[in-house]
């Protein structure tokens, strides 16, 4: 732009009124390189599609009879309260370019601070229509067609994920060993521009997530905690007459006791949860026929848990039979 700026150029005003075409060959009757000038053109060209010619337009037409009527008489013809003037603008950019001082405008018609409240006020109608116009012809924005932006798709950094993960699905997942370093930007490692995700980390992801789900989902129905305490582990004060009996059991763990002597033996067994308990008794009652001799072979099993009767029946004659009792009781640590 430099080369030409002394070569008479269309006044700003100018720009956008349909007087001004981009006409080569009037300027080109200075004789200047036909390339620097064609350069220089399209750049004027493109600066003057910068204006909003159809705010500027609604300015003149909808716009300043407003501000001529309710604010000129502070900030126009010659006044400048407040160091605000309305109607002096270098060109029709430089007035519709005024971001700063459309927002203050914005803010102080808005407010119902301006025109100060001794004087005639616009009605609410204009009022909306300078707001709007500031809004669409100077910041440009378009609530029929909103723009958001571009958002970026964001990814957890290390530490993100492994809270994640834990909060989720109550494991400890070692992201510091398993993922590489998340890169940073600005001083920050969440930065979700900063964040990218080359394959070889997609491929980590997703081998992560497999181990993750097998660690934290049970592949088989859980199976309580079975606590076996063999016969031998009981034992009382009354005596333990194993060799009383007819019959032996046939595993060496077994707790043997007399059809024929009462006894009570005990054992204790500490819950590490609270919670109901499924008790399971496997025993089996033997007995024996002696030639003439009489025996009702009678004996009465009582199977109690703090001091609760679980089980209570009379056992007669069973051959040896395997027998299963099965009850629950609640216990707690
Ligand atoms: C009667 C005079 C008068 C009228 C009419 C008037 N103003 Fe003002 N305006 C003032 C004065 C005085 C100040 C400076 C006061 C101050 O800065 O506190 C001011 C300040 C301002 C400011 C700057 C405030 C700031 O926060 O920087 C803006 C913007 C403004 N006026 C806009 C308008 C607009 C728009 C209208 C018409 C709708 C209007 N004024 C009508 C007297 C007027």
Known sequence: MQGVSKFPMPSATQIGSPNFKCDLSHLGAVRVSSLLLASCVI???????????TGV???RTEIQPILKEYCYECHGDGTDKGKVVLDQFA???AMAGDQDLWLRVLKNVRAGLMPPAKKPQPPAAHKLQLEQWIKTAVFQTDASNPDPGRVTVRRLNRV??????RDLMGLDFDTEKEFPPDDSGHGFDNIGDVLTLPPMLLEKYLTAAKTIVTRAVPAVPGVPEEMISVGRNFAGAEGL???RTNRMAKSP?????????????SNTFKAVHSGKYQLLLDFAANERFVDNQFDYNKCRLVFKADGRELHSKE???????????RSSNSAAP
């Open 43 to 53: 750049l004027w060209c493109a600066a003057a599609g910068a204006v909003d010619t």
């Open 57 to 59: 337009k609604k300015f």
């Open 91 to 93: 060109s029709d950019s």
């Open 160 to 165: 993100a994920y492994r809270n994640t993960i």
């Open 241 to 243: 007459a194993s060799s």
């Open 253 to 265: 763990n077994a707790l043997n006791l007399s059809y024929y002597e009462h006894a009570s033996v």
């Open 315 to 325: 056992y007669t004659r069973e051959g040896g039979r395997r027998a299963k009792a």
